[in-house]
């Protein structure tokens, strides 16, 4: 059962797997360069605001999964003050963008990887903290195996999970097992 609450998890994880950290067991491999594809009806870049933002038929594509939503945006950090003097000569005010702070997916939000599927309102990946929140009535499936609850969050830098209910909705998780037919004690 422990396995099947990480694989479900684990597709939270790869949503935004190009951010996520991990402590690495063996010594770590060369970075390599994996696409990311998003595609959208709209794409504007607010510069004041430090926000991308894609609209209407979003939809994500990487080798290892793919995410639909109707919005998603990408909150940029401020940039840094060395990097502000530097760049201010060259862009002009607002075009220099920090580093990634959050992602946020919103509306009919659907995840998808191998045979697991997440489904949300809203999917919420924190790149410091490496964690993903889901909520809005979020559910993980893998396989015949689901997950429910009004949060989900996945600490994606301590592969842990926790789902969270309340008084809307409880907390409501599915498993299936083969059928086993019982073993008789004493019996032939």
């Not at 990480?6 to 994880?13: E, F, I, R």
């Not at 060259?90 to 998808?112: T, W, Y």
Request: charged fraction near 30%; charge should be positive; glycine fraction near 6%.
């Amino acid at each position: 059962m422990k396995h099947t609450l990480v694989a479900m998890t684990v597709l939270t994880c790869t949503l935004f797997a190009a951010s996520a950290v991990a402590a690495p067991v063996t010594p770590p491999k060369p970075a390599r360069n994996v696409e990311t594809r998003i595609t959208s009806d709209k794409m504007t870049y607010l510069a004041d605001k430090q926000q991308v933002v894609f609209e209407s038929n979003v939809h994500v594509q990487r080798p290892d999964f793919e995410l639909w939503s109707a919005r998603l945006t990408v909150y940029m950090k401020p940039a840094k003050k060395e990097e502000d003097s530097q760049k201010k000569s060259s862009l002009p005010s607002g075009m220099a963008a920090g580093d990634v702070d959050r992602i946020v997916a919103e509306q009919n939000v659907r995840m998808k990887s191998e045979n697991r599927t997440g489904t949300c309102n809203r999917a919420t990946y924190t790149v410091d903290n490496g964690v993903l929140v889901m909520d809005g009535d979020p559910r993980l499936t893998d396989g015949e195996n689901t997950i429910s609850g009004e949060v989900i969050r996945y600490f994606t830098e301590e592969n842990r999970s926790e789902v969270q209910g309340g008084a809307r909705k409880r907390v409501e998780a599915v498993f299936s097992s083969p059928d086993k037919p019982a073993k008789v004690k004493g019996g032939r």
